[in-house]
T-cell receptor, first 110, second 114 residues
């Protein structure tokens, strides 16, 4: 069974800081998702990765398949980035259900 | 598209009552997932369907939980009888076939069993 570990669990930073959230997993995967959950509960998929790196605005996600590790970076962080960020992996070749990390609770202070 | 639509958004019910949660996936998506989120356990997969057929229900906690997908545009998750430990947020999500396709979540159904 795949184990997904995230760090840190909680992170408080000042506006403008560079943020890194890490995710490690234990078995080979077909894809990894980074999800964002705001207060109020809605979940949005930010990225889906199977290799390399993706960038969307101030967000960058990388994955190292050999090391079974992914990172989510936020540049020039802003209070509206405050949310829970969840790493989730998919192990099947199809669309099997995701296995989730416990999430990183990020607070960006003005 | 309106996205994945769940109802009810919030429900408070008494222990022992039947609870039915509903989900309408995004049109054209052939995968539908039910997840549960609690403070203690985070997000967990309960069951998922492909083309309306249940594929993996190993996450369904016990016989009190059942899920159906009678057609491509509707699914239900039923708890009977409900217990306080079932209090959680239940998310429905859908995606299209293929590793490259992302997954879309509904807003969640917040269930409180008292």
């Amino acid at each position: 069974k795949n184990e997904v570990e995230q760090s840190p669990q909680n992170l408080t930073a000042q506006e403008g800081e560079f943020i890194t959230i890490n995710c490690s997993y234990s078995v080979g995967i077909s894809a990894l998702h980074w999800l964002q959950q705001h207060p109020g509960g809605g979940i949005v998929s930010l990225f889906m990765l199977s290799s390399g790196k993706k960038k969307h605005g101030r967000l960058i996600a990388t994955i190292n398949i050999q090391e079974k590790h992914s990172s989510l970076h936020i540049t020039a962080s802003h209070p509206r980035d405050s949310a829970v960020y969840i790493c989730a992996t998919r192990t099947g070749g199809g669309a099997d259900g995701l296995t989730f990390g416990k999430g990183t609770h990020l607070i960006i202070q003005p | 598209d309106a996205g994945v639509i769940q109802s009810p958004r919030h429900e408070v019910t008494e222990m022992g009552q039947e609870v039915t949660l509903r989900c309408k996936p995004i049109s054209g998506h052939d995968y539908l997932f039910w997840y549960r989120q609690t403070m203690m356990r985070g997000l967990e997969l309960l069951i998922y369907f492909n083309n309306n057929v249940p594929i993996d229900d190993s996450g369904m906690p016990e016989d009190r939980f059942s899920a159906k997908m009678p057609n491509a545009s509707f699914s239900t998750l039923k708890i009977q009888p409900s217990e306080p430990r079932d209090s959680a947020v239940y998310f429905c999500a859908s995606s299209a076939s293929g590793i490259g396709n992302t997954i879309y979540f509904g807003e969640g159904s917040w269930l409180t069993v008292v």
